[in-house]
């Protein structure tokens, strides 16, 4: 399908953000959404960096969902860019995904959000994430909870499971409604439209938080310093080939790397293979991955560094 190949009378396209407090689900429901993995997920806090976006296409609309960072009270520079740059989206969507924690009260970082919204005109969804987490007994108590909070009638309620897929067909169904008339903004056929190199290091930096976990919390980055291709065969006229990825990882301390690396290099292999795995699913060929560690002092608090890394300011 070309990309500018007309939609047919009716059809709708347009972006959505997924906005809400760190780890309430918001990178688990992009994926459930397109049916694969675009955007990492762990189970510790602020996973998400960058605003990646993930595509939908279905028979009525194309829906480009923006995942964004956590909104939470920064406690560095990168932490101050990371909720500037989720604030931002905001007036640059044509529908927000509120995505609130189900299975929790409402808390007051959620009341921030809530606030935060109402100061928009665009239409608002919210989200019950981890729906399947609330006891039965519970769930009329907790959405009477969640429309107190929100105090907008105008703003509907949907329950779901991004683990289950419980209730995101529906969900799917009435955000394209919101979106406006229009033409497919990406081909069918595509699911993301971030740089390679982008994704290759989201990979890398998932398996970091799956494996260490409180160990090494958010002073991590990766950093990709080549991709090629790279012959695999030996014998004479054997054009296959594997991708090399070369990345860096960079932290803030000596304790982190020694953590890193582990003993033997355990630690770094364990990284490396559960990464290479993905990227193999990614790419969909053999991969050859090798992984170096760098300390730089309080990469998160230098202005420099982000910019480098790609977290720009304002």
Not at 70 to 94: F, M, N, Q, T, Y
Not at 275 to 280: D, G, N
Not at 295 to 314: F, T
Request: charged content about 25%; overall charge positive.
């Amino acid at each position: 399908m070309s990309l500018f190949q007309p939609a047919r009378e009716g059809y709708r396209s347009g972006f959505v953000a997924l906005i809400g407090r760190p780890n309430v689900g918001k990178s688990t429901l992009v994926n459930k959404f397109v049916g694969e993995k675009v955007a990492i997920t762990s189970p510790v806090a602020q996973t998400t960096r960058n605003r990646l976006r993930a595509i939908l296409t279905t028979s009525k609309a194309q829906l480009v969902f923006v995942d964004t960072p956590g909104i939470h009270r920064p406690h560095h520079l990168l932490g101050e860019r990371l909720v500037a740059s989720s604030k931002k989206i905001i007036g640059e969507v044509d529908t927000i995904l509120l995505v609130l924690e189900g299975c929790e009260t409402p808390g007051r970082g959620d009341a921030f959000i809530v606030n935060l919204l109402k100061a928009q005109s665009i239409p608002v969804v919210i989200v019950l994430n981890k729906w399947d987490l609330v006891n039965e007994n519970d769930r009329i108590k907790r959405i009477k909870e969640y429309r107190t909070l929100v105090g907008n009638d105008d703003w509907l309620i949907f329950c779901c499971s991004a683990l289950s897929g419980h209730g995101c067909d529906g969900l799917i169904d009435q955000i394209s409604t919101f979106l406006p008339l229009g033409p497919y903004l990406y081909p069918s056929n595509i699911t993301s439209d971030q740089p390679e190199e982008i994704l290759l290091s989201e990979l890398i930096r998932e398996q970091i938080l799956l494996n260490t976990r409180e160990e090494i919390p958010h002073s991590v980055a990766v950093k990709i310093d080549r991709v090629e291709e790279v012959p695999l065969g030996k014998k004479k006229g054997d054009k296959s080939t594997r991708t090399a990825v070369l990345a860096t990882v960079l932290v803030e301390r000596k304790s982190q790397k020694g953590i890193l690396i582990g003993k033997g290099g355990a630690m770094l292999r364990m990284i490396g293979q559960g990464a290479r795995l993905q990227m193999q699913k990614l790419i969909d060929g053999p991969v050859y991955l090798e992984l170096f560690v760098k300390v730089v002092p309080n990469w998160r608090s230098n202005p420099g560094r982000l910019a480098e890394l790609g977290y720009e300011g304002k």
